[in-house]
T-cell receptor
Framework: QKEVEQDPGPLSVPEGAIVSLNCTYS??????FMWYRQYSRKGPELLMY????GNKEDGRFTAQVDKSSKYISLFIRDSQPSDSATYLC????????????FGTGTSLTVIP | DADVTQTPRNRITKTGKRIMLECSQT?????MYWYRQDPGLGLRLIYY???????NKGEISDGYSVSRQAQAKFSLSLESAIPNQTALYFC??????????????FGEGSRLTVL
């Protein structure tokens, strides 16, 4: 069983839609939860970061962590064509990069 | 200019050849990493280095070696390339003092094809 599971999609939505991206994990020791966005032919860049459980909001983006269910989500409101990218979840027990476990990524296309 | 620069961006080589992928960074971070990305497998850690004198194996180090020539430079070598090393390779850096706690800063990737 993989440490982190993520539906690869692809996901295609019309502009303005609410998008929900999800990951599940198996290791209850994970404390740090991240979402990276990767545009085509580019490296991933950090989009959202959450420590432990709860919600975090940043503009149109909301990250949720439910540790009891081992489930994390990223919501994108009023989706824009510029949101078209691959979204990678990542999580870790500690705070050093060698301890990160990445999902396989979900490809999102927002259609104008 | 990019903060984390990888060269080459694309490389096609043949089985058995030695290949070096280079990474340099201007972020002043001590920690550097090499990942490979494969469809359906995500990002997997190959090697990481927390300072010039520190080199550590990651999840999938077999068939790879690294060199940390300076704080800003971290190279990945494939001594004898094989086709299943065809992948997209990323260099990344991190700074423990970053308020986002361990955020990784990635280069734009090096696409390697081994025929």
């Amino acid at each position: 069983q993989k440490e982190v599971e993520q539906d690869p999609g692809p996901l295609s939505v019309p502009e303005g839609a609410i998008v929900s991206l999800n990951c599940t994990y198996s290791n209850s020791a994970f404390q740090y939860f991240m979402w990276y966005r990767q545009y085509s032919r580019k490296g991933p860049e950090l989009l959202m970061y959450t420590y432990s459980s709860g919600n975090k909001e940043d503009g149109r983006f909301t990250a949720q962590v439910d540790k009891s269910s081992k489930y994390i989500s990223l919501f994108i409101r009023d989706s824009q064509p510029s949101d078209s990218a691959t979204y990678l979840c990542a999580m870790s027990r500690g705070i050093t990069g060698n301890q990160f476990y990445f999902g396989t990524g979900t490809s999102l296309t927002v259609i104008p | 200019d990019a903060d984390v620069t990888q060269t080459p961006r694309n490389r096609i080589t043949k089985t058995g050849k030695r290949i070096m992928l280079e990474c340099s960074q201007t972020k002043g971070h001590d920690r550097m990493y090499w990942y490979r990305q494969d469809p359906g497998l995500g990002l997997r850690l190959i090697y990481y280095s927390f300072d010039v004198k520190d080199i550590n194996k990651g999840e999938i180090s077999d068939g790879y070696s690294v060199s940390r020539q300076a704080q800003a430079k971290f190279s990945l070598s494939l001594e004898s390339a094989i086709p299943n090393q065809t992948a997209l390779y990323f260099c990344a850096t991190s700074d423990l003092a970053n308020p986002n706690t361990g955020e990784l800063f990635f280069g734009e990737g090096s696409r390697l094809t081994v025929l």
